[in-house]
């Protein structure tokens, strides 16, 4: 994967994270944030390092790529919440519940792109 295309998916996965880390702080979902730009800030981290992470592993499709793409999101969610001071996950299954929704946000928003034919 070239850096530029790196750097515009953790861009993009920063704001649609972002937002759904939001949503998900309002809804009391086992995650809380302090205000709209600690969500921001939670969602680049998350979607450097997520990026970063799954780059050392080997490319696997399926539901056990599916799985595997989860576990790494819940565990930077997790450990983003032991750094950031304006992020608070109440333990594992809060930090499931996040990634389990940016997951499923992220599936829809590149089935409707692909249904546009940009891609």
Do not use: Q, R
């Not at 970063?52 to 989860?70: E, K």
């Not at 969610?77 to 750094?83: Q, T």
């Not at 299954?93 to 929704?101: E, M, P, Q, Y």
């Amino acid at each position: 994967m070239n850096f530029i295309a790196m750097l515009i998916g953790s861009l993009i996965g920063a704001v649609i994270g972002g937002i759904i880390i939001w949503i998900i702080s309002k809804l009391k979902l086992g995650l809380e944030v302090d205000n709209f730009l600690w969500a921001i800030i939670a969602g680049a981290i998350i979607a450097v390092f997520s990026n970063l992470i799954l780059g050392f592993i080997p490319d696997v499709s399926g539901w056990v790529g599916t799985v595997i793409h989860l576990i790494v999101a819940a565990v930077v969610i997790f450990g983003a919440g032991a750094f950031l001071k304006g992020l608070k996950v109440n333990g594992f299954v809060g930090a499931l519940i996040a990634a389990g929704s940016i997951a499923i946000v992220n599936f829809i928003a590149a089935w409707l792109i692909g249904l546009t034919g940009l891609v």
